[in-house]
C-alpha cells in the first residue's frame, strides 16, 4: 500500500470527549470516527486489527473444537420471553418493532437463538457435546456509553455455547476455552489474569473474567489478587479481614438513646463519640428495580453494589437520593433527616445484613430521629423480623487472601473475555431437551463463551503505546512495516525504498511505502502514532549502503543493509504466524 492512496486522516490534537488513551489514539491516528454516543466507523486501519484478531480468535476456536455459524441481529421478542429475560434484562435491551407491529430487539447477546437452534437440531445425547460459536456485531443501549471502543453501545464480539449432557462435561469444555482463550490473548500480545467474577445478566453459577492488568485509566474494575492462583473481580472478590474491634462493651455500660447533634456522616459520628468506626453499624438505603432496599455494614466497610444486587435478585440498583429516603421514612411514620436512618421500625422493606454484622456487639446504630443514636445496641433491639446474612462487602487492599491468608493486592483490569457455566438456566425454560440413554428427556448443561473483538484491540493499544502513538504487537498490527525514504525527489532513496517495497510485498509482508511530498518529521510522526511495528528509513546513510531500522515497541535503532532490513521484517513475520 502507497501512504499517498491509504485511507487515513491523522489528527493533531485529541478529541475532547475521549477520556482513555486507546480513545485518543484510535481516534487521533485515523482508525475510527464517531457516529453517535458510543457508535463508531471502523476505517480503514482499525478494520485490518480487527480482522487480524478475528483471525487468531477463529484459528484457536477451530482447534478447540468449536464449529462456526451466524445468527441473526434482530431477535423476535418470543425467545426472549420464554427464556423470562424480555423483562428482566433492563434498559440495556434495545427494543423496536417491525411494519407488521411484532415486537424485537437488537441483540446483545444470542443465548436465547442459540438455545433454539440446538433444541431445534440436538435430539439425542449421541450429538453431543458440541461447541458453536459466531463473530457479530452486538448492541447494548449503555446508559452512559464511555471509553470509545471499551464502553461502546454497538462492539464486535466472539460468543461462543456449549452444550453437554453432564456437569462433567460443562467442566472439561470450560478448561477446553480457558485454555483457547488463553492461547488468543497471548498471541493478541496480551497479558491476561484469568479473574473470578460476577455472572451479571447472562447468568450461571461459575463464571471468570480474562482481564488485561493495566494501569490506565481505562482499567474498569479492581482485580484482588494473591501470590498463590486467587483472583477476583472487585464484585466478586472475598476476603478474610483483620483482627478488629466489633464489641462496643467498654465504651457503653448500657443500650440507650442519646443526642448527636450534627453526626450526619460516620467520621462527625465517630469523632464525636471517640470511637472507632468499627463499633457502628451503617444503615444504607438503595433501589434495586424500584423498590427500596435497607444494607446493614460494619461502618469501616463499604458495600459492594453487585453482591448486593445479587442477594436481593434484582437487576438495577443505585443509591437512594435524600429526598427518596425522607419520603420512605415518613411513609413508616418517622421524621428525621438522612444520615440518621436505621433498621428498626421498617417492616415491609427488604433488608440485607452483611457477614460482618454478625460478630458486632455493643455497636451504635441509627434510629430514624434526627441528631440521636442508639447506643450499646445488640440485633436484638433492632426488633428486625427477618434479616438475610450475605457477603455484600468491597474487598479491599491488604486483607487477606481467602486461600492461603496472605495480604491480597489490586490492580485495574480490562475485561476482554469471559467463560460462564451456565448449567440449566436457559435449557430448562425453554424446554430445551435431549434424549438421554435412558430413553428420557433432560436439559442440555450449557456452557457461555465470549470474546470482545473490538474490545481486544483496545485493550492492545492501552497496554501497547507511548507519547507518541500506538505501538501495535505484530500479529495484529494493521501493516507489519513502513519504509519511509527521507526525500521523495532523491532518486537513489526513493528507488531503494520502492526495491525494498516490493521485496516485501513478494514475501508476503504487509508493507506501506511513505511515498508522500512531505517532511520527514511528518512522516515519523504518522509512523508512531499509526504504530507501525517496523520503520525503514531510506535516507543520507544510503550513501553508505545503510538504512535506518526502527522497532517501534522498545525504540531500538540501528544502521543496516537494506539486504538484512528486508530479511529482519520477514523472519519476525514468519514467527507470528
Request: hydrophobic share 40%; glycine share 6%.
Amino acid at each position: 500500500m502507497k501512504m499517498s492512496k491509504l485511507f487515513v486522516q491523522t489528527l493533531r490534537e485529541f478529541p475532547s470527549d475521549a477520556e482513555v488513551i486507546s480513545h485518543k489514539m484510535l481516534a487521533r491516528a485515523g482508525y475510527i470516527r464517531k457516529l453517535t454516543s458510543g457508535v463508531y466507523n471502523y476505517l480503514p486501519l482499525m478494520w485490518r486489527v480487527l480482522r487480524k484478531v478475528e483471525t487468531i480468535v477463529r484459528d484457536e476456536m477451530d482447534k478447540a473444537g468449536a464449529q462456526e455459524l451466524l445468527m441473526p441481529f434482530v431477535q423476535p421478542k418470543e425467545l426472549w420471553v420464554e427464556s423470562g429475560r424480555w423483562e428482566a434484562y433492563g434498559k440495556e435491551l434495545m427494543r423496536l418493532k417491525d411494519r407488521h407491529n411484532r415486537e424485537m430487539c437488537l441483540g446483545p447477546t444470542h443465548e436465547e437463538i442459540i438455545t433454539a437452534i440446538a433444541r431445534d437440531g440436538l435430539k439425542s445425547y449421541k450429538q453431543m457435546p458440541v461447541n458453536l460459536y459466531q463473530i457479530q456485531s452486538k448492541f447494548r443501549d449503555e446508559v452512559r456509553p464511555r471509553f470509545g471502543l471499551l464502553r461502546g453501545r454497538e462492539f464486535i464480539m466472539k460468543d461462543a455455547y456449549s452444550f453437554g449432557t453432564s456437569q462433567e462435561e460443562l467442566e472439561k469444555e470450560y478448561q477446553n476455552m480457558w485454555q483457547a482463550y488463553t492461547n488468543i490473548f497471548n498471541r493478541c500480545g496480551l497479558d491476561t489474569k484469568a479473574v473470578q467474577s460476577d455472572s451479571g445478566a447472562i447468568g450461571g453459577s461459575v463464571s471468570h473474567e480474562f482481564m488485561v492488568i493495566t494501569d490506565t485509566d481505562a482499567g474498569e474494575n479492581d482485580v484482588f489478587y494473591c501470590e498463590c492462583d486467587y483472583a477476583a473481580n472487585s464484585n466478586h472478590a472475598v476476603s478474610n479481614l483483620p483482627e478488629a474491634l466489633v464489641d462496643g462493651k467498654d465504651y457503653f455500660k448500657t443500650t440507650e438513646i442519646i443526642d448527636t447533634p450534627n453526626t450526619h456522616s460516620i467520621e462527625e459520628l465517630s469523632e464525636f463519640l471517640n470511637i472507632p468506626s468499627t463499633i457502628i453499624l451503617k444503615s444504607l438505603v438503595y433501589i434495586v428495580d424500584k423498590n427500596p432496599v435497607i444494607a446493614l455494614i460494619r461502618a469501616d466497610k463499604t458495600v459492594e453494589e453487585t453482591k448486593l444486587l445479587n442477594a436481593v435478585g434484582g437487576m438495577e440498583i443505585r443509591i437512594a437520593t435524600s429526598p427518596e429516603i425522607e419520603e420512605i421514612m415518613q411513609n413508616h411514620g418517622f421524621n428525621a433527616v438522612p444520615g440518621f436512618i436505621g433498621p428498626k421500625g421498617f417492616k415491609d422493606i427488604t433488608i440485607i445484613a452483611d457477614n460482618t454484622v454478625k460478630d458486632m456487639k455493643n455497636f451504635v446504630v441509627g434510629i430514624n430521629q434526627t441528631d440521636k443514636h442508639l447506643v450499646g445496641a445488640n440485633l436484638s433491639d433492632l426488633e428486625l423480623d427477618e434479616i438475610k446474612y450475605e457477603d455484600i462487602r468491597l474487598v479491599e487492599a491488604g486483607e487477606f487472601c481467602p486461600q492461603c491468608g496472605k495480604p491480597l493486592k489490586v490492580t485495574r483490569g480490562i475485561e476482554v473475555g469471559n467463560i460462564f457455566q451456565l448449567g440449566t438456566k436457559y435449557s430448562k425454560p425453554m424446554n430445551a431437551v435431549y434424549l438421554d440413554t435412558d430413553g428420557k428427556a433432560k436439559p442440555y448443561i450449557m456452557g457461555c463463551y465470549g470474546i470482545g473483538i473490538s474490545r481486544t484491540a483496545a485493550a492492545a493499544v492501552e497496554a501497547h503505546h507511548d507519547e507518541w502513538g500506538i505501538k501495535w504487537p505484530l500479529s495484529i498490527a494493521p501493516y507489519h512495516v513502513i519504509i519511509v525514504p527521507v526525500s521523495t525527489k532523491d532518486e537513489t532513496q526513493m528507488s531503494v525504498a520502492t526495491d525494498i517495497y516490493e521485496k516485501l510485498l513478494s514475501a508476503g509482508v504487509e508493507a506501506v511505502l511513505d511515498d508522500r511530498d512531505e517532511r520527514p518529521g511528518v512522516k515519523f510522526k504518522d509512523a508512531d502514532l499509526i504504530g507501525f511495528p517496523f520503520r525503514i528509513t531510506v535516507g543520507k546513510t544510503i550513501q553508505e549502503g545503510n538504512v535506518e531500522f526502527v522497532t517501534r515497541e522498545n525504540g531500538e535503532k540501528i544502521a543496516i543493509k537494506p539486504e538484512e532490513a528486508i530479511d529482519k521484517v520477514i523472519t519476525a513475520v514468519k514467527n507470528i504466524k
